[in-house]
C-alpha cells in the first residue's frame, strides 16, 4: 500500500498525555515529560483545553511558550491543522497570536482564521474585568479580548531554547535546519536510524519524497553509499509522494 500523507494530528490524546506532553517541550506542569513530543500536536490540543474547555493555566502556559519559541514553530503544519480546526475559539487564539507575532510572516495565513467581531476570552464578565484592568497588551487589536491579568506571562513558566535544545531532540534539529518536516525527520532518523522513509513521513507528517530523501542523506553522513540501497527503491516505488 501506498503512502498517504496526513496532517492533522492522528488521535485525540487524554489529559495525562496532554499533559506530559506540554512538559515535553518546556511548559512546566508537574509531571513526567513525554520525550520529543510533537510540538504542533502539542501547541493544538493545549489551545484546544485553554479555549474550549477554558483551562487558563494551560493558556498561560502556551501564550508566554509561543512568545518565546515561535520562531521554531513549524508554521506550515500549524497554519493546515488550525485552518480545519471546528472550534472558532481555538481559531480565534490562534488569529490573535498570529498578530501579536507579526513580525514572523510565516504567521501571517493564520490572521484570517477568525472573521467577524472580537471574541472575548472569558465567557462572562469580560466586560467589567476589561474596565478594571484594562486589555492584556499582547492581545490589543487582535481577534481576542483579554483582560489584564487574566493570563499570567511569566518567563519562568517555560524552559528556555537553550534548555529545550538539551531536552527535544527535534526542537535541536529545528534550530540548526529551520523549522521544517526535514529537521523533524533528522530527529526521528537519530532516534531510530532503522525507520523505513514510510515510517520517518508519518512521524513527522511529512511527504514521502523528503523523507526519503533524509534518510539518503543521513546514511552519507553515518558512511553510507551515495547509491539508493535496494530496499529504499522499492519503497520509493511504492510510495505515493505528496508535497
Known amino acids: 500500500m501506498g503512502y498517504k500523507r496526513t496532517i492533522l494530528p492522528r488521535q485525540r490524546p487524554d489529559h495525562?498525555?496532554?499533559t506530559r506532553a506540554m512538559v515535553g517541550i518546556g511548559m512546566r506542569f508537574n509531571a513526567d515529560p513525554l520525550?520529543?513530543?510533537?510540538?504542533?500536536?502539542?501547541?493544538l490540543f493545549a489551545s484546544e483545553a485553554g479555549m474550549v474547555s477554558d483551562?487558563?493555566?494551560?493558556?498561560?502556559?502556551l501564550v508566554t511558550w509561543f512568545g518565546n519559541?515561535?520562531?521554531?514553530?513549524?508554521?506550515?503544519?500549524?497554519?493546515r491543522i488550525v485552518r480545519e480546526h471546528r472550534s472558532p475559539r481555538v481559531r480565534a487564539l490562534w488569529s490573535a497570536l498570529a498578530s501579536w507575532q507579526a513580525r514572523d510572516r510565516r504567521f501571517s495565513r493564520l490572521t484570517p482564521s477568525h472573521q467577524g467581531p472580537r471574541l472575548d476570552l472569558l465567557r462572562a464578565g469580560a466586560d467589567f474585568q476589561l474596565r478594571r484592568r484594562g486589555e492584556d497588551e499582547r492581545f490589543e487589536g487582535t481577534p481576542l479580548r483579554v483582560p489584564a491579568g487574566v493570563l499570567r506571562d511569566r518567563a519562568a513558566d517555560v524552559a528556555s531554547p537553550a534548555e529545550l535544545c538539551q531536552r527535544h531532540l527535534a526542537f535541536r534539529h529545528r534550530v540548526m535546519m529551520g523549522p521544517t518536516y526535514r529537521a523533524d525527520m533528522w530527529a526521528a532518523l537519530e532516534q531510530d536510524p532503522n525507520l523505513t522513509a514510510a515510517e520517518i513521513a508519518r512521524r513527522?507528517?511529512?511527504?514521502?519524497?523528503?523523507?526519503?530523501?533524509?534518510?539518503r542523506d543521513f546514511g552519507l553522513v553515518r558512511g553510507g553509499s551515495v547509491s539508493c540501497p535496494q530496499h529504499l527503491q522499492g519503497e520509493l516505488r511504492r510510495a505515493q509522494p505528496l508535497h
Do not use: C, K
Open 55 to 61: 483551562d487558563l493555566r494551560v493558556l498561560s502556559m
Open 204 to 215: 513527522a507528517y511529512g511527504s514521502f519524497a523528503t523523507a526519503w530523501q533524509v534518510r
Open 35 to 43: 520525550p520529543n513530543a510533537n510540538i504542533e500536536d502539542t501547541l
Open 16 to 18: 495525562e498525555w496532554l
Open 69 to 79: 519559541h515561535a520562531s521554531w514553530v513549524n508554521a506550515d503544519r500549524m497554519v
